[in-house]
């Protein structure tokens, strides 16, 4: 472990009690709930709090069901009726519960929720500008310390327990250090810089991050989420194709048999597929365009209607963005290293929604619980830990792009590394649809890859663009490799885990797949899980 204690004038060195990770909903809901407790916050943002990430991207909605309502009971029924076995009823509930609570919160804020045709307040959406512009006025209000543009490197530990992390701030080139008693990952997820809209910055660096510090991953064969898209245009907003018709280049309406990105991707192999929305009568027309207006404006541009007029369209992957796999916490939103806590898209979903993608309203939903639970966890943590925390010896846990195992090579390129990790994870007949042979055939590439970023790729003394570069280089290739193997390891067809080897779905396996490792990956299915099924 490297020492930390050595800087520069231009440095920034800070003492919390709560370090988050991440200023989307989830991040901004763990800061504010620590620092409403009485924690000294500091959230770091790879970007800027209130407009970076998926959420910043566009509106979103929500579940928002009261207790005992016939919206809660509807809403914990579809979850568990296309969970496929792997979501429970009490997270579900506990969920649903926490996250109504706090968005009753937001309306007696002063949040200006929109109005439905009664006029009264409908908290079923968000406006995602609004909503994260609101938040970070209230970050500041609670005296929580932002740090925008600045990306975290590595975690900081003392004696087996995270303190703190350090990055660089990508605008001033400044080093920064913050000395915590925890952390909370709310870095989202990881879609492989695939376009799709929100995502550029979402590159998996707190999965790798946590990883470096022991941290145990599931879910992460529930990954293969990609969203259906106008070709010309990277917004995955799929609602509206719920009133589409897809055809083919000549004109041939396609057979729905099965889920539409299913039907959409054995298509796109075979060559292009369109799509009217010609199926939604004026008034969900007008719904549509008030509801999701970023969703119109390439077809504006194109000088397109796609309401009687058909266009092409793609799939881009969505990764752990949509997807289900991340962090393993328990109840307070601890990971098992002590110290470290995880929220949103970083942390697993799959007691939520099980093995399919929690889309719009549940992965919001999601964010917002967890983000409470993870800033309520790690104050308290903070807590028992003491205000001493920071006169502990710490030490840097990270590795590749950051700290060669062996001599840096300023020949061995980042975007290489990179082309390598979407090459095995963005193709349809690699991810989407999935085999044994390939899936090995996948994994032995990215292992061969990821050995020589290991040994070799290093940003050392460039701009801080190249650095944080380098190590989402290697937050990429971790996750592949974690997403592959965790495939290969579930033998079966389960929500959006695809196996054309495996086609059916098999009882026996109705559990969730554990996964980690750095330079040796490995994949175990829950051992606690299995013993209670047996």
Not at 153 to 160: M, N, R, V
Request: proline content about 4%; some cysteine.
């Amino acid at each position: 472990m490297t020492d930390v204690t050595r800087r520069t004038e231009q440095d920034i060195a800070l003492v919390a009690d709560v370090l988050v990770l991440g200023g989307g909903p989830s991040g901004a809901w763990a800061a504010l709930t620590a620092a409403e407790n009485g924690a000294k916050v500091v959230l770091a943002e790879k970007g800027f709090v209130g407009t970076g990430g998926a959420t910043a991207a566009g509106n979103t909605t929500m579940i928002h069901a009261g207790p005992h309502s016939d919206a809660r009971e509807a809403a914990i029924k579809r979850r568990l009726s296309i969970a496929h076995g792997l979501a429970d009823r009490a997270s579900i509930e506990r969920i649903i519960d926490q996250s109504f609570d706090c968005l009753n919160k937001l309306a007696d804020w002063g949040y200006h929720y929109p109005v439905n045709d009664a006029g009264a307040s409908y908290r079923g959406s968000l406006r995602g500008p609004d909503y994260l512009r609101f938040m970070r006025k209230k970050l500041r209000k609670a005296g929580v310390t932002i740090l925008d543009q600045s990306p975290a490197l590595e975690l900081l530990a003392s004696d087996g327990a995270i303190s703190g992390a350090a990055g660089i701030n990508r605008l001033t080139q400044q080093r920064w250090s913050v000395r915590s008693a925890a952390v909370v990952i709310s870095t989202g997820g990881c879609a492989f810089l695939s376009k799709a809209l929100g995502t550029n910055g979402l590159t998996g660096d707190g999965l790798l991050l946590s990883a470096e510090a022991g941290a145990e991953l599931s879910g992460m064969e529930f990954t293969g989420q990609y969203g259906l898209a106008p070709a010309f245009s990277s917004i995955t907003k799929g609602i509206m194709y719920f009133w589409a018709t897809f055809t083919d280049e000549d004109g041939n309406v396609l057979e729905r048999k099965g889920d539409r990105q299913s039907v959409v991707a054995q298509n796109l192999l075979k060559g292009p597929v369109y799509a009217v929305i010609d199926q939604a009568d004026a008034r969900l027309q007008e719904g549509m365009r008030r509801g999701q207006p970023n969703m119109f404006l390439a077809f504006d541009r194109k000088g397109i209607d796609p309401f009687t007029q058909r266009f092409p369209v793609t799939l881009r992957y969505e990764g752990t963005v949509r997807g289900v796999g991340g962090l393993v916490i328990d109840r307070s939103g601890a990971t098992n290293v002590p110290g470290l806590f995880a929220a949103g898209d970083a942390a697993s979903r799959e007691n939520f929604v099980g093995a399919v993608s929690g889309g719009g309203g549940p992965n919001a939903t999601w964010a917002i619980a967890s983000g409470v639970w993870a800033g309520q966890g790690a104050g308290a943590f903070a807590g028992r830990i003491g205000r001493l925390h920071d006169h502990r010896p710490a030490g840097g846990l990270g590795g590749a792009g950051l700290k060669p195992s062996e001599k840096p090579n300023a020949s061995v390129d980042a975007h290489t590394f990179i082309e390598a990790a979407q090459q095995e994870i963005l193709p349809l007949d690699r991810n989407f649809f999935r085999t044994g042979p390939g899936l090995q055939a996948s994994l032995g590439r990215l292992d061969t890859a990821w050995r020589s970023a290991r040994a070799h790729l290093s940003a050392d003394g460039l701009p801080a663009s190249e650095i944080v570069r380098a190590r989402e280089t290697a937050a990429m290739l971790a996750n592949a490799r974690w997403i592959v193997a965790s495939a290969m390891a579930r033998r079966e067809s389960r929500g959006i885990n695809r196996r054309l080897d495996f086609p059916n779905t098999d009882p026996m396996q109705q559990r969730r797949l554990l996964s980690g490792g750095i330079d040796r990956v490995w994949v175990r299915p829950n051992v606690i899980e299995r013993a209670i099924a047996s």
